[in-house]
Protein backbone atom coordinates (compact mmCIF):
# COMPACT_ATOMS: atom_id res chain seq x y z
CA UNK A 1 0.00 0.00 0.00
CA UNK A 2 1.62 3.21 -0.90
CA UNK A 3 0.19 6.72 0.71
CA UNK A 4 0.11 9.88 -0.62
CA UNK A 5 2.96 12.29 0.64
CA UNK A 6 -0.45 14.37 2.40
CA UNK A 7 -1.85 11.30 3.79
CA UNK A 8 2.03 10.94 5.35
CA UNK A 9 1.66 14.08 6.73
CA UNK A 10 -1.66 13.56 8.63
CA UNK A 11 -0.16 10.31 10.01
CA UNK A 12 3.06 12.30 11.09
CA UNK A 13 0.43 15.17 12.83
CA UNK A 14 -1.53 12.95 14.18
CA UNK A 15 1.00 10.33 15.48
CA UNK A 16 2.87 12.70 17.50
CA UNK A 17 -0.49 14.73 18.91
CA UNK A 18 -2.25 10.69 20.01
CA UNK A 19 0.79 8.64 20.37
CA UNK A 20 -0.06 7.93 24.20
CA UNK A 21 -1.52 5.75 24.58
CA UNK A 22 -15.50 -14.90 16.10
CA UNK A 23 -19.27 -15.19 15.76
CA UNK A 24 -21.00 -18.11 14.58
CA UNK A 25 -20.84 -18.56 10.79
CA UNK A 26 -23.93 -18.06 8.39
CA UNK A 27 -25.52 -15.59 10.83
CA UNK A 28 -26.02 -11.93 9.64
CA UNK A 29 -26.33 -9.53 12.66
CA UNK A 30 -29.23 -7.65 11.56
CA UNK A 31 -29.48 -3.81 13.24
CA UNK A 32 -32.28 -1.61 12.51
CA UNK A 33 -30.75 2.27 11.01
CA UNK A 34 -31.08 3.49 13.89
CA UNK A 35 -28.68 1.38 15.51
CA UNK A 36 -26.32 1.69 12.45
CA UNK A 37 -26.13 5.67 12.80
CA UNK A 38 -24.40 4.74 16.98
CA UNK A 39 -21.09 4.33 14.76
CA UNK A 40 -18.67 6.55 16.01
CA UNK A 41 -18.22 8.88 13.27
CA UNK A 42 -14.72 9.97 14.26
CA UNK A 43 -13.44 6.72 13.74
CA UNK A 44 -12.02 5.33 10.23
CA UNK A 45 -12.81 1.37 9.51
CA UNK A 46 -15.19 1.22 12.29
CA UNK A 47 -17.68 -0.07 9.47
CA UNK A 48 -18.05 -0.15 5.80
CA UNK A 49 -21.07 -0.08 3.21
CA UNK A 50 -20.84 -2.15 0.38
CA UNK A 51 -23.55 -2.43 -2.69
CA UNK A 52 -23.61 -2.99 -6.14
CA UNK A 53 -24.75 -0.74 -9.15
CA UNK A 54 -25.25 -0.89 -12.88
CA UNK A 55 -23.09 2.15 -14.48
CA UNK A 56 -25.76 4.06 -16.99
CA UNK A 57 -22.21 5.64 -18.35
CA UNK A 58 -20.48 2.12 -19.60
CA UNK A 59 -22.99 -0.45 -18.55
CA UNK A 60 -20.59 -1.97 -16.22
CA UNK A 61 -21.17 -3.14 -12.70
CA UNK A 62 -19.93 -0.88 -10.05
CA UNK A 63 -19.32 -1.70 -7.08
CA UNK A 64 -17.22 -0.31 -4.30
CA UNK A 65 -15.96 -0.05 -0.12
CA UNK A 66 -17.28 3.14 1.15
CA UNK A 67 -16.12 4.21 4.31
CA UNK A 68 -18.46 5.01 6.78
CA UNK A 69 -16.97 7.63 8.94
CA UNK A 70 -15.01 9.62 6.30
CA UNK A 71 -16.40 8.24 2.86
CA UNK A 72 -13.33 7.29 1.63
CA UNK A 73 -13.49 4.31 -0.71
CA UNK A 74 -10.53 1.64 -0.16
CA UNK A 75 -10.92 -0.28 -3.47
CA UNK A 76 -13.44 -0.30 -5.88
CA UNK A 77 -14.32 -1.45 -9.31
CA UNK A 78 -16.26 -1.60 -12.42
CA UNK A 79 -17.11 -5.39 -13.40
CA UNK A 80 -18.59 -8.01 -16.12
CA UNK A 81 -20.97 -9.14 -13.44
CA UNK A 82 -22.43 -8.09 -9.78
CA UNK A 83 -21.59 -11.59 -8.29
CA UNK A 84 -20.02 -12.63 -4.23
CA UNK A 85 -16.64 -13.09 -5.70
CA UNK A 86 -16.53 -9.90 -6.60
CA UNK A 87 -17.68 -8.73 -3.24
CA UNK A 88 -15.27 -10.45 -1.49
CA UNK A 89 -12.21 -9.86 -3.47
CA UNK A 90 -13.20 -5.88 -2.55
CA UNK A 91 -13.17 -6.78 1.07
CA UNK A 92 -9.99 -8.75 0.59
CA UNK A 93 -8.44 -5.79 -1.19
CA UNK A 94 -8.79 -3.57 1.65
CA UNK A 95 -8.07 -5.78 4.29
CA UNK A 96 -4.56 -6.63 2.37
CA UNK A 97 -4.25 -2.76 1.68
CA UNK A 98 -5.40 -1.73 5.11
CA UNK A 99 -5.25 -4.36 7.66
CA UNK A 100 -1.71 -3.63 9.13
CA UNK A 101 -3.68 -0.12 9.87
CA UNK A 102 -6.94 -1.33 11.26
CA UNK A 103 -9.30 -3.75 10.55
CA UNK A 104 -12.57 -3.49 9.36
CA UNK A 105 -15.28 -4.22 11.92
CA UNK A 106 -18.93 -4.07 10.64
CA UNK A 107 -20.14 -4.64 6.87
CA UNK A 108 -22.77 -3.04 5.79
CA UNK A 109 -24.82 -4.45 2.68
CA UNK A 110 -28.05 -4.94 1.53
CA UNK A 111 -29.82 -8.19 0.86
CA UNK A 112 -28.79 -8.56 -2.62
CA UNK A 113 -28.05 -12.28 -3.59
CA UNK A 114 -23.89 -11.04 -3.83
CA UNK A 115 -24.10 -10.47 0.19
CA UNK A 116 -26.99 -12.64 1.70
CA UNK A 117 -29.31 -15.96 0.94
CA UNK A 118 -33.08 -15.53 0.75
CA UNK A 119 -33.61 -19.11 1.23
CA UNK A 120 -32.77 -21.31 3.91
CA UNK A 121 -31.30 -24.80 3.57
CA UNK A 122 -32.72 -28.12 4.83
CA UNK A 123 -31.84 -26.67 8.38
CA UNK A 124 -33.07 -23.64 8.18
CA UNK A 125 -30.10 -21.86 8.15
CA UNK A 126 -28.67 -19.27 5.72
CA UNK A 127 -25.91 -20.24 3.63
CA UNK A 128 -23.59 -17.94 1.77
CA UNK A 129 -20.30 -17.76 0.37
CA UNK A 130 -19.91 -13.88 1.69
CA UNK A 131 -21.24 -14.40 4.73
CA UNK A 132 -18.55 -17.24 5.63
CA UNK A 133 -15.79 -14.90 4.29
CA UNK A 134 -16.55 -12.26 6.70
CA UNK A 135 -17.30 -14.41 9.28
CA UNK A 136 -14.17 -16.15 8.76
CA UNK A 137 -12.34 -13.02 9.14
CA UNK A 138 -14.17 -12.07 12.33
CA UNK A 139 -16.17 -9.26 10.45
CA UNK A 140 -19.78 -8.82 11.77
CA UNK A 141 -22.29 -8.35 8.91
CA UNK A 142 -25.09 -5.72 9.36
CA UNK A 143 -28.09 -6.45 6.70
CA UNK A 144 -30.04 -3.06 6.06
CA UNK A 145 -33.87 -3.32 6.69
CA UNK A 146 -35.35 -4.43 3.72
CA UNK A 147 -37.21 -1.80 1.64
CA UNK A 148 -35.29 0.72 3.79
CA UNK A 149 -32.36 2.34 1.62
CA UNK A 150 -31.52 5.14 4.56
CA UNK A 151 -29.06 2.40 6.20
CA UNK A 152 -26.61 2.31 3.00
CA UNK A 153 -28.00 5.96 2.06
CA UNK A 154 -24.31 6.81 2.00
CA UNK A 155 -22.73 4.67 -0.81
CA UNK A 156 -26.24 5.52 -2.83
CA UNK A 157 -25.18 9.06 -2.84
CA UNK A 158 -21.67 7.57 -3.75
CA UNK A 159 -23.10 6.50 -6.76
CA UNK A 160 -24.51 9.26 -7.78
CA UNK A 161 -21.41 11.31 -7.68
CA UNK A 162 -20.43 8.39 -9.92
CA UNK A 163 -22.67 8.84 -12.84
CA UNK A 164 -22.64 12.63 -12.95
CA UNK A 165 -18.58 12.56 -12.87
CA UNK A 166 -17.03 9.06 -14.27
CA UNK A 167 -17.51 10.47 -18.01
CA UNK A 168 -14.80 13.25 -17.30
CA UNK A 169 -12.27 10.55 -16.50
CA UNK A 170 -10.54 8.01 -18.81
CA UNK A 171 -10.60 5.14 -16.76
CA UNK A 172 -12.27 4.22 -13.19
CA UNK A 173 -9.01 4.70 -11.08
CA UNK A 174 -8.47 8.24 -12.29
CA UNK A 175 -12.11 9.52 -11.40
CA UNK A 176 -11.55 7.25 -7.67
CA UNK A 177 -8.34 9.14 -7.43
CA UNK A 178 -10.17 12.15 -7.79
CA UNK A 179 -12.86 11.44 -5.76
CA UNK A 180 -10.94 10.33 -3.04
CA UNK A 181 -8.12 12.71 -2.79
CA UNK A 182 -8.98 16.02 -5.04
CA UNK A 183 -12.25 16.48 -4.54
CA UNK A 184 -13.64 18.23 -1.52
CA UNK A 185 -16.53 16.46 0.52
CA UNK A 186 -19.25 18.77 1.23
CA UNK A 187 -20.30 16.55 4.01
CA UNK A 188 -16.79 16.09 5.45
CA UNK A 189 -16.50 19.53 7.47
CA UNK A 190 -13.89 19.84 10.01
CA UNK A 191 -13.38 23.23 11.87
CA UNK A 192 -15.02 25.46 9.10
CA UNK A 193 -12.95 23.88 6.05
CA UNK A 194 -13.58 21.25 3.91
CA UNK A 195 -11.84 17.59 4.04
CA UNK A 196 -11.53 15.22 0.78
CA UNK A 197 -12.34 11.49 1.54
CA UNK A 198 -8.80 10.70 1.87
CA UNK A 199 -8.04 13.71 4.40
CA UNK A 200 -11.11 12.35 6.43
CA UNK A 201 -9.75 9.02 6.26
CA UNK A 202 -5.93 9.30 8.14
CA UNK A 203 -7.33 11.96 10.77
CA UNK A 204 -9.95 9.78 11.97
CA UNK A 205 -8.02 7.15 12.32
CA UNK A 206 -8.01 6.09 16.62
CA UNK A 207 -4.37 7.51 18.02
CA UNK A 208 -2.81 4.10 17.91
CA UNK A 209 -3.38 3.14 14.40
CA UNK A 210 -1.42 5.92 13.27
CA UNK A 211 0.95 6.00 15.40
CA UNK A 212 1.91 2.37 14.53
CA UNK A 213 1.45 3.15 11.22
CA UNK A 214 3.57 6.18 11.20
CA UNK A 215 6.84 4.14 13.33
CA UNK A 216 6.52 0.96 10.79
CA UNK A 217 7.17 3.48 7.92
CA UNK A 218 10.08 5.08 10.07
CA UNK A 219 11.26 1.69 10.67
CA UNK A 220 10.81 0.50 6.58
CA UNK A 221 12.62 3.79 5.75
CA UNK A 222 15.30 3.35 7.96
CA UNK A 223 16.06 -0.33 6.63
CA UNK A 224 15.43 1.02 3.04
CA UNK A 225 18.51 2.92 3.35
CA UNK A 226 21.24 0.85 5.40
Given at each position: ?????????????????????????????????????????????????????????????????????????????????????????????????????????????DHGSQFF????????????AFGQ??????????????????????????????????????????????????????????????????????????????????????????????
Amino acid sequence: MLCSPKSLAFIYTHALQGGRGKGRKNKALKLTAAKVNLHNPRKSLTAVHLDWHTSRFNGKEVCAVLDDSSRFIPPGGEFSAATAENSMALVRMALDDFGEIRKIKEVITDHGSQFFANKTDKNGEYEYAFGQFLAENEIKHILARVKHPQTNGKIEKWFHTYEKSRKLFDNFDKFLNWYNSIRYHECLEEKHYLLTPEDAFWSRLPNGCTLNLFLSRMESDFNATR
